[in-house]
């Protein structure tokens, strides 16, 4: 039966004039798998930076202090995108991990709490070192979507009539403690301000305010802090880039 068995797959090699693979074939594939994997890696982690430097933005704590509920705030804050492509990537570099010469032994709930711990990891380095706020202020400036895709906070901060204004500062008034902000709608509200708050309040600079609408595009801040996350976004509505028109 064995002899058979051997004659029969001589005859298909003879038949079909199969050859082995060279070696530097299989050297190659395991070369793209962790070159791909690493590039996954890097791109989780980016997305891990990105989601820590947007916390930063909108800390539970000081939502609750103004009457929003933990649901609400996740719902609003919680950066999709990221989450969304911190996924697609770790499945990517738990896919490669897996193909690589040694990666089939282990099982698949290790191989993917090892990718998730990586990412998390590296992605808190990269952190530490600006990644996260460089990859904020890029897309800031550039992405067509940047509100609606890459940065969630802008909705939540846009949203004056439940008390959450931001915008960008562009001038004083005579008026004591006011100044006008232009938000992302690129309409113009006049702001009045507590004086403790008044080290935020800088021409062509960004800013975020807890507080109530008093009349028409007009706002009382009670509390007013800088923006961190979508600085960049906001100053595009600066002076020379469109940012000067008053809602009709």
């Known amino acids: 039966m064995q002899s058979d068995l051997g004659q029969t797959i001589i005859d298909k090699i003879k038949n079909e004039s199969l050859v082995p693979k060279p070696r530097w074939h299989f050297l190659l594939r395991e070369w793209l798998v962790w070159t791909f994997g690493t590039l996954a890696l890097i791109v989780g982690a980016a997305s891990v930076a990105v989601m820590r430097y947007l916390a930063e933005n909108s800390p539970w704590a000081m939502h609750s202090t103004y009457g929003q509920t933990f649901a609400g705030w996740l719902l609003l804050s919680l950066p999709y995108f990221w989450l969304f492509l911190l996924g697609l990537f770790l499945w990517l570099l738990y896919y490669n991990l897996k193909h690589t010469k040694r990666g089939y032994r282990y099982p698949m709930f290790y191989v993917a ?18 990644v996260g706020r460089a990859i904020d202020g890029v897309l800031g400036r550039k992405a067509p979507l940047y509100a609606h895709v890459f940065n969630p906070h802008v909705d939540f901060w846009s949203a004056p009539e439940e008390g959450r204004l931001a915008g960008l500062v ?79």
Do not use: C
Request: glycine share 12%; no cysteine; net charge positive.
């Open 113 to 130: 709490l090892a990718a998730l711990f990586a990412s998390i990891l590296l992605g808190l380095a990269f952190y530490t070192l600006g």
């Open 170 to 248: 562009v001038a004083h008034t005579a008026d004591e403690n006011t100044f006008i902000l232009i938000d992302r709608d690129r309409g113009e509200w006049l702001v009045t301000y507590n004086p403790r708050d008044d080290s935020f309040i800088l021409i062509g600079q960004p800013l975020r305010a807890f507080g109530t609408i008093t009349g028409e595009q007009r706002f009382e801040a009670v509390k007013i802090m800088r923006m961190m996350s979508g600085r960049e976004y906001f100053q595009r509505l600066g002076p020379g880039n469109g940012g000067m028109h008053r809602n009709k």
